[in-house]
């Protein structure tokens, strides 16, 4: 595998027939204006066409071949891996899906900053956010320190699996249990339900004499 970077002409090549992404029109537009407006873009990753010389197939860039040819582009910068079918898949189900998150005060201050020397309406047309989102984001007000919350206002998660019979079971026993006015969803009123059959258990006789 090597990591030097050619450059091949967009006749030579091929988009991998199992490509599992695809991009909105307006992401895809997105695109084709910042590869337009700055010249740069993201290399390709290709590997050897198995079957034809001098050809390659697309792992990873799909979107970015269409947009350098729509923009007139002959050739495309690529770095070109010599990998197998099985990597290939691999790379193909991960390379587009791997990614972090945005860290929220950091992207703030960037939106802050480009929207000083540019408007909303046309950073909205080359970043991924809307123009409505740029505009309430950039009139965040961040508050100078943290909220304190209570640990009493979040639900603790309760995560198992059942079989067929069990879940039966369960269902039927949920649904003997009187719910409780006060709850408002289906989730709290079961939740309680569940409770109070465990709470009837840990008081029954035959469970303590165990204990």
Wanted: hydrophobic fraction near 40%.
């Amino acid at each position: 595998m090597t990591n030097s970077i050619e450059s091949i002409a967009l006749d030579k090549l091929i988009a991998h027939p199992d490509n599992p992404n695809r991009m909105s029109k307006v992401s895809y537009a997105k695109l084709v204006r910042n590869i337009e407006r700055t010249g740069r873009y993201e290399p390709l990753i290709v590997r050897p066409c198995s079957d034809k010389v001098d050809y390659f197939q697309i792992i990873n860039g799909h979107h970015r071949c269409q947009a350098l040819a729509k923009l007139g582009y002959e050739t495309a910068d690529c770095v070109v891996w010599d990998i197998d079918d099985e990597e290939t898949d691999i790379l193909l189900a991960t390379l587009n899906r791997l990614g972090g998150s945005d860290e929220l005060a950091k992207k703030l201050k960037l939106l802050e900053r480009l929207s000083k020397r540019t408007e909303a309406n046309i950073l909205a047309r080359i970043l991924p956010q809307t123009r409505s989102q740029i505009e309430r984001l950039t009139n965040l007000k961040r508050p100078s320190a943290p909220a304190k919350m209570s640990a009493k206002c979040f639900a603790n998660p309760l995560v198992f699996f059942v079989n067929d019979k069990q879940q039966g079971q369960i269902e039927k026993a949920l649904s003997l249990v009187e719910e409780p006015k006060a709850e408002v969803t289906r989730a709290a009123k079961r939740a309680a339900a569940l409770a109070q059959i465990a709470g009837h258990f840990l008081n029954d006789s035959k469970f303590n004499s165990r204990t």
